[in-house]
């Protein structure tokens, strides 16, 4: 904690969401591909592959691929934001839900389930921690 070297992982974890959240809510949006149809799958679609590099950028797939796993091991007894971390999941789910799994489609992710586990976890400890401060008080 002292050492001018150390840092809180903790602390860290909850920025790392925060900075997902805001980098997906900028950048997320419908046909972010500017596809001309729906109609097709990606393999139809003529040089797909060779754009999405330009489509999703690193910290856009970063963001898109670990914001989870980061809210996950933000342990939000310690953090101070935590009720901001819930309204944020709250607004990514209802908002941009969509335009993550079509981001995460371009790239291949077959499986958004096992990223979503993360945020699930979080939201189970989260909940059982904001139960046991509301009977505190």
């Known amino acids: 904690q002292g050492h001018p070297w ?3 992982v903790n602390l860290q974890c ?5 900075q997902c959240f805001t980098f997906m809510e900028k950048h997320l949006r419908f046909n972010i591909a500017g596809l001309h149809s729906s109609f097709l ?4 679609v003529h ?5 999405i590099p330009n489509i999703v950028p690193a910290p856009l ?7 989870a796993k980061h809210l996950f091991h933000c342990d939000s007894a310690q953090d101070r934001s935590e009720p901001k971390l ?13 335009y993550w799994l079509e981001v995460l489609s371009l790239l ?9 586990h993360d945020a699930s976890r979080w ?15």
Request: proline residues 2%; hydrophobic residues 45%.
């Open 14 to 18: 909850c920025l790392l969401t925060q």
């Open 123 to 137: 939201t189970s400890l989260v909940g059982i921690m904001l139960l046991a401060a509301a009977s505190i008080s």
């Open 86 to 98: 819930v309204d944020r999941l709250n607004e990514f789910l209802k908002t941009r839900l969509l």
């Open 61 to 67: 797939r970063y963001a898109s691929l670990y914001w």
């Open 47 to 51: 040089r797909l592959r060779q754009t």
């Open 108 to 116: 291949k992710i077959t499986n958004p389930d096992v990223i979503l």
């Open 6 to 8: 150390s840092f809180n």
């Open 41 to 44: 799958y990606n393999y139809q």
